[in-house]
């Protein structure tokens, strides 16, 4: 059975079993190595879809803040990587995943796993990651920096960029009132 379809069923049964735990999961029918290799269609579609639920669930995993679930797909992940030959990506993934399981203390590994997103409107399923938020921040620091046009210099643009909070605050609070 090859990576896909693995995935595929090891994704299903889990679902079934923490979503709907009454659910029987029927047993999915097994194909022989010769009926894999003869329908590649089907083969190229169900990876599709498994990557695709891998998908769609790091990024409900991020919208709800859940560091252990993140912390799972990024464990599945680590080996996509290194089987699609992404030794960048593997190596970021095993560092993370380094750092949680054997470097940093209990304490400090717990905050890296649970402390990755942010939530900034609240309610529910509104997070987004730290490093996105960093984005926008840097986004909006730059359109500062423009409108000083010749005037920037390293003294000004220190000093906007330690108001630059105050500044965030201040946008959220009139695009609240309009």
């Known amino acids: 059975m090859d990576f896909c379809n693995l995935l595929t069923i090891l994704l299903y049964h889990r679902h079934e079993r923490e979503i709907h735990p ?37 990024e409900d995993a991020v919208k709800e803040g859940d560091g252990r679930r993140l912390f799972e797909i990024y464990k599945l992940l680590l080996l996509i990587y290194k089987s699609h030959k992404h030794p960048k990506y ?18 400090e590994a717990e905050r890296l796993e649970w402390n990755r997103v942010v939530n900034l409107h ?47 605050l201040t946008l959220h609070n009139i695009d609240a009132d309009c």
């Open 22 to 58: 009454e659910f029987i999961a029927p047993e999915l029918p097994t194909q022989t190595d010769n009926d894999l290799s003869d329908d590649s269609m089907f083969n190229y579609h169900q990876c599709k879809m498994a990557f695709g639920l891998l998908i769609r669930g790091f």
């Open 90 to 107: 593997a190596s970021v993934t095993l560092h993370y995943l380094i750092k949680v399981c054997a470097i940093l203390p209990e304490f």
């Open 122 to 168: 609240g309610g529910k399923a509104c997070n987004i990651p730290l490093d996105l938020l960093k984005e926008h921040q840097n986004k909006l620091l730059k359109i500062l920096w423009k409108g000083l046009g010749p005037n920037l210099d390293e003294q000004s643009a220190a000093r906007i960029a330690g108001t630059l909070d105050a500044v965030e």
